[in-house]
């Protein structure tokens, strides 16, 4: 069972409530105008913390009795079931106590949904309009949204529907998209919202903040907004117009983090060299206009981007990058093992909040346990001696821990960490990412499937994106394990092993890795285009056997993929 008392404190105090926000997500969006081939791209990089399973399943259509409702079970928010769930794919976490974070996929009618960048609005608005505690959190969204509608516009007229009757727990970023158009949308309070359809001749990237700029709330066309967006913040005092609109981020929006900074720099340059952006700015626009052309392998960098060909560093590895040494795993008392990872909770940027996992908890035995928080360490000195009976564990934070038994001495390990270099900046491609996923929708493909999901499981530095079309009827069992420990036939778990070990001497082992990887992805990608042709010729002739066919392909993909990565791995570890 997850910890997350010091994140749910830093949330409290912030004036956040209790569902579990991603922090540290970054999406991206490219207009079918800029692509190579036409296809509208968008994706986002899904980040946490390292050693957090992710699974890759589909989900069947179901019949629902009447007065069924769907239940968040972490944050009590309820959803009163249609007669109908249709069926979809999604890729959701393993604690469901924690909440679903089903995230991204394709529905059966075509709709795609990439949820959520947590997102943080300003204290003078959560003055005026405060987040609700059992409302609607990006934990539950997919499920509610994916499984419930027919359409893009659908899906956000939903959410809408949801937040005015019954708000949300936090502020979120997202996008759903069907053949037709691609909404973006920003939760902005407990009942405040604003969506937009996203033009086809611009790019954004957006990180953990809001980035709407002016809207025109009468055009209801291509925007959707709360009935209240611009009195709530007049009441609040932080109202800003342009030409009689609202513009909506510096309206709502809390100060941006130096994290996102960096972030929103790196996206942008990376897709396009030339852009007139810089560390230093203090403006940060949600749409570019270029005269470059963005491909689906430049969208791949920038979720895998740390900072290679800049001055920069990565600041969630500076021991490596910097040629000091990480820690692998401290002492161990019988049968447990207490993983240490270089800051032994998932790094997090200013504004971002740090989460504890089950990893991280102080472990017992029969039934003891030493209590260990921010502000309590169990200190180990060389004239004293930890006091525990046979099967208790005595443990410290920040790196050391206090081990005996009944005729063991106290060992520790101590980690020294290097201080952090100016240079030192948080990347896209942060060891924290479980899962990355890129969409593309085309014109030339069938309504109801119309395009693709790459997914990159576990963190893209160190794993292949593959392709899934939105008719799949399963997935490879190695994205089905549910494990929350290292479990030899996950797909997750074996990725985040190789990270690991990548993570240690990244300088040296990140380039002959990335070639390893990259050489995986091409085999996909070589056949893709014949695959997607062949999709579209069965779809116009018969759409089950289509499913059926492309299910066999992409599955085979996965299966020799898996493969090439469990013999890296067995590579590694041997090394």
Not at 90 to 110: H, I, K, R, S
Not at 156 to 182: F, M, P, R, W, Y
Request: glycine residues 6%; aromatic residues 8%.
């Amino acid at each position: 069972m997850k910890k997350f008392f010091a994140s749910i404190v830093a949330m409290l105090s912030a004036g956040m409530l209790l569902a579990q926000p991603v922090a540290a997500c970054t999406g991206v969006y490219v207009g079918k105008g800029l692509t190579e081939d036409g296809s509208v791209i968008f994706g986002r990089t899904e980040d946490l913390e390292q050693s957090h399973n992710k699974t890759f399943v589909v989900i069947e259509a179901t019949e629902n009795e009447e007065g069924a409702k769907l239940v968040d079970e972490y944050t009590k928010f309820e959803f009163e079931l249609p007669a109908q769930s249709y069926k979809y794919f999604a890729v959701p976490d393993t604690t469901p106590e924690w909440g679903l974070y089903y995230e991204a996929g394709y529905n059966e009618y075509g709709v795609a949904m990439d949820a959520t960048t947590t997102t943080y609005t300003n204290d003078e608005v959560l003055a005026v309009d405060p987040l609700v505690e059992n409302g609607l959190s990006e934990g539950i969204m997919t499920t509610v949204v994916l499984g419930h509608v027919k359409t893009a516009r659908e899906g956000v007229e939903l959410l809408a529907s949801i937040i005015d009757e019954k708000g949300s727990s936090e502020g979120n970023g997202l996008i759903i998209a069907d053949k037709n158009e691609t909404w973006y949308m920003e939760i902005l309070s407990g009942h405040q919202y604003a969506a937009m359809k996203l033009p086809d001749d611009m790019f954004a990237v957006f990180p953990n903040s809001f980035f709407l700029e002016t809207i025109d709330v009468n055009d209801t066309e291509n925007v959707i907004a709360s009935a209240d967006l611009i009195n709530i913040a007049e009441e609040a005092g932080t109202y800003v117009e342009e030409e009689g609109m609202i513009r909506v981020a510096d309206s709502y929006a809390a100060e941006i983090d130096p994290g996102s900074v960096s972030r929103y720099w790196s996206g942008v340059k990376t897709l396009d060299p030339d852009a007139e952006v810089s560390l230093d700015d203090t403006e940060f626009p949600f749409l570019h206009s270029t005269d470059k052309t963005i491909t689906l392998d430049q969208v791949m960098s920038l979720q895998r981007n740390r900072l290679e060909d800049t001055d920069y560093i990565p600041a969630d590895n500076i021991a490596s990058a910097t040629g000091g040494q990480v820690v692998k795993e401290t002492e161990t008392t019988e049968g447990e093992e207490t993983k240490a990872t270089e800051s032994e909770e998932a790094e997090a940027t200013e504004g971002e909040e740090t989460k504890a996992t089950e990893t991280e908890e102080t472990e017992v035995e029969e039934s003891e346990e030493t209590e260990a928080t921010e502000t309590e360490e169990t200190e180990v000195e060389e004239s004293e001696e930890a006091e525990a009976t046979e099967g208790e564990e005595a443990e410290a934070t920040e790196g050391e821990e206090a081990e005996t038994t009944e005729d063991e001495e106290t060992e520790t390990t101590e980690k020294q960490e290097p201080e952090k270099p100016e240079n030192a900046l948080y990347p896209i491609g942060n060891k924290n990412t479980m899962e990355a996923h890129i969409f593309q929708i085309y014109e030339d493909m069938p309504e109801k499937v119309p395009g693709v999901m790459w997914l990159a499981m576990g963190s893209p530095t160190v794993s292949p994106y593959l392709p899934y079309f939105g008719n799949i009827n399963d997935t490879l069992s190695a994205y089905q394990v549910e494990a929350n420990e290292y479990d030899p036939e996950s797909f997750y778990w074996a990725v985040d092993n190789l990270l690991t070990i990548m993570l240690e001497d990244e300088e040296n082992l990140k380039p002959e890795m990335r070639e390893k990887i990259l050489a995986i992805e091409k085999a996909g990608k070589d056949k893709y285009e014949e695959l997607r042709q062949e999709l579209i010729t069965m779809y116009a002739e018969d759409p089950q056997a289509a499913a059926e066919w492309i299910t066999e392909q992409t599955m085979q993909l996965a299966q020799d993929a898996f493969d090439q990565i469990k013999d890296l791995e067995a590579e590694y570890v041997e090394k």
